[in-house]
């Protein structure tokens, strides 16, 4: 089990005085050619804009490491909001692409703007690491030479959840998730597990992206009979999900489960005691108990107020990560985009999560663990704690041969 104890937590995670980091722009003296643009396809406003800003800062601490110059060339991020619209986020990476000629994407958080996305950056050869959307099809039928994926596919929390929660909690369980891309494919990844443990969906519903007022859904929820929810809500979703789940009487009589998104960091504040109990599939906790983890969560609670790194920052800690470990194997040199990409594929590196790399059938990362967590009050506040395991959770893509 991966935990920390109460001393070694606290050690990792005081805030400490200013750290003076490096700005943005600053780079070594006798930096040699242009800058690295990477371009930047996020939510910086809206329902997931707490998504957006958790990818982007964990890049800018990862970066300020390397004083923002990697292999001699400064290193420039170019940030673009996708409001969580696919024509906008459209719109926006074919700006990155043929006005500011980026050498690397990264983004979105919509499964739907990545797939949006696809066809242009696939035909244009531009390198995209994707930092969050998790639609299955990027890591299969619709998989791309020039795309990685340093997040999840929306398979991998979801799938090995089904079987856990049929043997642990219930075999009547009620799916709810937002109605776009990423909702759809993680219930049917639970369900995957989830039946054959002798798993029975009691019913299913697809609220809208951005809705406020669950009580239609929590009475049927109610109504349902079912013993336990497994549900798919992240942003600002989650925290009014869970606080209404509460307030409308159901979290004593019928279990609160879902996929890991539902209780991050980033919601956990605003849903206070309403959380407790909760239990989530996910890869990465701040608990976890690994050296990488600790200097993260320390350097990030330093650099940013004392905010608790989530999933997300871990998700962009790992892709400045590759970004770096590429560029350094080709000594900067993004012209030859064959190489960078080669380069990409054979990064490996200890993350904060565990040890990380990609799979090299569908260039989507392979998870070093699914925690099973449960939200405790631990270590002064709410925390998702690790109860379970699985390892090695690879995406079942398997006839992706990346074409050029």
Known sequence: MDHLTRRTFLAATTVAAASGAIGPWVSRAGAQGPPVKIGLVLPYTGVYAVLGESITQAMELVFGRESWTVA??????????????????????????????????????HSGILMGMRDKVHNSKTILIVSNAGADAISRERCSRWIFRTSFSNWQPCQPMGGWVAKNLSKEVFQIAPNYQAGKDMMGAFRETFLPAGGKVVAEDY???????YAPYLTKIKQSGAKAVFAFFSGSDAVNFVKQYDQFGLK?????TGAGFLTEPDVLPAQGASALGVVTGHFYTPLLDNPTNQRFVKEFREKFGGKMPDGFACQGYDTAEVIIRALKAVNGNTQDKDKLVDAIAKVEFES?????????????VIQPFIYVREVREVYGGLNNVPIDKVADVR??????TLPA
């Open 207 to 213: 609220p809208k992206l951005g809705e406020t007022d």
């Open 352 to 364: 904060p999560r565990g040890h990380f790399r990609f799979d090299p059938k569908t260039h989507n």
């Open 395 to 400: 995406d079942p893509g398997t006839g992706c």
């Open 252 to 256: 004593q009589a019928v279990k609160l």
């Open 72 to 109: 001699g060339r400064k290193i420039e991020m170019i940030k673009e909001d996708d409001e969580m619209k696919p024509p906008v986020g459209l719109r926006k990476t074919e700006k990155l692409i043929d006005s500011d000629k980026v050498d690397i994407l990264t983004g979105p958080v």
